[in-house]
């Protein structure tokens, strides 16, 4: 079956064909680990691995490449504040030295790959940090230089956007009558507002200590100072993948500014396109907290700079929302959809995963099956439909109240489901909560009802467990017992 994708390149839904067949080169924007990862910057790794997924399930054999952001990324997307790196030294009170900066980037590089992991996202074989591809960095900027797209000012060697006409083709951004400030910086020796910092000198703006008796930064032929952040991915890309590749992904705040960037300076220095598609994801919004005014009911997304960050751990622990109820939420939406964050909405989804974890859980003694023809033929359409996800999901009630289909079909059918929806069911089915004292007792007696075949007492048991807030699932070798949600009917994002 044909695979459809939305390319934000062509801004249209287009048929999918890899460079080579059956292989396919993907490209992830990652973290810049100056701090925590928010529930809204994993939106775009639950994106990029459904994909991943998807790209397997078509047959497909894929090489996944994510940068670590730990240099070079200012506080704006542009080429103004400070190093995103250099602002975290300053938070922790650490020396401005390269091996404190690593030390920052290893310990929240380290949580997001955590984070990962509890989302069931496949960790990419290839995850690099930015800083251990500085010589990288620095031959893609001589290489523009010696083709005339580079040009020096106090602060930095900058790409001159006027001699590559097409800037901007990506989304279409109309950079006619644009003016410094927003997200362009405001330079006065840049000969175009758009123009992009492709190496950093250390002794201006980012990375320096006080009274600048010292730089921190690498050396160069330009002087000691960081690479830009958009020359990271292409220099990274282009390392390990060559130019052009298969697919690039990121969110679609990176659309107008970082990823123009990157096809800018990259199609220049090679003059072939970087990546055949470009695929993005819509942001998670807030509507309401102290990062948005009551009165205005205005949308934001969330962002680690206002007070709406809301981390995987802090959801677990404030809300009672598990990472991969979270997951199955943000896929009842479709990936180009912006969807407003709500524990209630969540929760719900929470609800709905839980039926489904403990529907598969019921199948467990039964002989395997093979997925049903019909279910299997509907899913692959929506999924490769653009990754309808939200259709996708659309099937599972109808498959769990089937008349017509074996229970061991069922199982093996959500099994199949579960190879692009990631939901690990066959892994968290068997994960058991830490029990009340009280309901341990109660599931011990029960276990003991069942092994002396006292069906009545087991039943009666049975009951005073689920009072009490638990749902209990019989197997073969005894019973799990799983905490029950509590919230409104689950509603699917369309």
Known sequence: MSLYLHNTLSG???????????????YSCGPT?????????????????TLRRVLEYNGNKVKHVMNITDVGHLTGDGDDGDDKMVKALKREGKP???VAMREIADFYAEAFKQDLTKLNIQIPKTLEFASDHIKEDIELVKKLEE??????????????TGKFPSYGKLGNINLEGQKAGARVAVNPEKKNPADFSLWKFGTHGIGTIPNNKNVLGWESPWGVGFPGWHIECSAMSSH???????????GIDHIPVHHNNEIAQSEAAYGVPLAHYWLHNAFLNVTSGPAVAKSSGEVKKMAKSGENFLTLKKMQDEHDISPLAYRFWLLTAHYRKGIEWSAEAVKASQVFYEKILNFYLSLQAI??????????????TAINDDMNTAEAIALIPKLISSTSIAPE?????????????????????RKEVVLPSDVEKLKEERELARKNKDWKNADMLRGKIEALGFSVIDVEEGSIMKKKATSSKPKLIR
Do not use: C, W
């Not at 249209?12 to 993907?26: D, N, Q, T």
């Not at 083709?147 to 001159?160: E, Q, V």
């Open 33 to 49: 680990v100056y701090n925590f990862a928010h529930i809204g910057n994993l939106r775009s790794y639950v994106f990029a691995d």
């Open 240 to 250: 390990y993948f060559g130019q052009p590749f298969d697919i690039h992904t990121g």
């Open 96 to 98: 401005f030295t390269l």
């Open 409 to 429: 079909d069922k199982k093996a059918t959500l099994e199949d489901f579960d190879r692009v929806l990631g939901l690990n069911l066959k892994n968290e089915m």
């Open 367 to 380: 002989k395997k099956g093979k997925a049903d023809a019909d279910l299997q033929k509907k899913f692959e």
């Open 12 to 26: 249209k839904k287009e048929l999918f064909s890899p460079i080579k067949k059956g292989a396919v080169s993907l």
């Open 147 to 160: 083709k005339g797209f580079a040009y020096k000012t106090k602060d930095g060697i900058y790409f001159d």
